[in-house]
């Protein structure tokens, strides 16, 4: 059972304009969301993250938005570089996940265009 | 700080045989993960520990695979027989988890990975 999902496995912008990831998740009792990115040959490392008490996060060209009734979160990047082409894990975590475990969607990898 | 520490970066072994993956934890975290990445499922959860203590081996697949955290430092993964079917990326996170607390703390940090190849 995919607790978390993120249904597009891979997301082709041109470079300047806007990348939208999406992430759905199906457990209620998750209360923290984060977004990992990852390249080739390196482990996932972190973006950003949104506790449900927000609805919003940003940092800079990257911005999370949370809808909890919708169970839905998405990562914006504005304006995307080609250095963003990696693949982006969404995570989730929740009271009672003793010790801090995430359970990750399966990915999507962003291409950005020259 | 060296951040978390994997060896070997990669492995090729012959079906059958042990293999061993072994990662040092940030100093100071008191939680350890080992996932699995492969095309199929993704980054999947095998096991976690919580001050040394193991907390969920739910994700582990089968009794070929097991896991050790003698100390606080230092942790193993290890599959005996491997088969053709465990070829993946091996990572191994930390993190200081608060009980209760939900602040970047929770943050896992991932090593480089370990790429396994059973031929």
């Known amino acids: 059972d995919q607790q978390v999902k993120q249904n597009s496995p891979s997301l082709s912008v041109q470079e300047g304009r806007i990348s939208i990831l999406n992430c759905d998740y199906t457990n209620s009792m998750f209360d923290y969301f984060l977004w990992y990115k990852k390249y080739p040959a390196e482990g996932p490392t972190f973006l950003i993250s949104?506790?449900?008490?927000?609805d919003k996060n940003e940092d800079g060209r990257f911005t999370v938005f949370l809808n909890k009734s919708a169970k839905h979160l998405s990562l914006h990047i504005v304006p995307s570089q080609p250095g963003d082409s990696a693949v982006y894990f969404c995570a989730a975590s929740g009271r009672g996940f003793q010790g801090g475990k995430l359970i990750f969607g399966q990915g999507t990898e962003l291409s950005v265009k020259p | 700080d060296a951040g978390v520490i994997q060896s070997p970066r990669h492995e090729v072994t012959e079906m059958g045989q042990e293999v061993t993956l072994r990662c040092k934890p940030i100093?100071?975290?008191?939680?350890l993960f080992w996932y699995r990445q492969t095309m199929m499922r993704g980054l999947e959860l095998l096991i976690y520990?919580?001050?040394?203590?193991?907390?969920?081996d739910s994700g582990m697949p089968e009794d070929r695979f097991s896991a050790k955290m003698p100390n606080a430092s230092f942790s193993t993964l290890k599959i005996q027989p491997s088969e053709p079917r465990d070829s993946a990326v091996y990572f191994c996170?930390?993190?200081?988890?608060?009980?209760?607390?939900?602040?970047?703390?929770?943050?896992?940090?991932f090593g480089p990975g370990t790429r396994l190849l059973v031929l």
């Open positions: 996170a930390s993190s200081l988890a608060i009980l209760g607390g939900r602040d970047l703390e929770e943050t896992q940090y």
């Open positions: 949104i506790s449900s008490i927000k």
């Open positions: 100093s100071g975290h008191n939680s």
């Open positions: 520990f919580n001050n040394n203590v193991p907390i969920d």
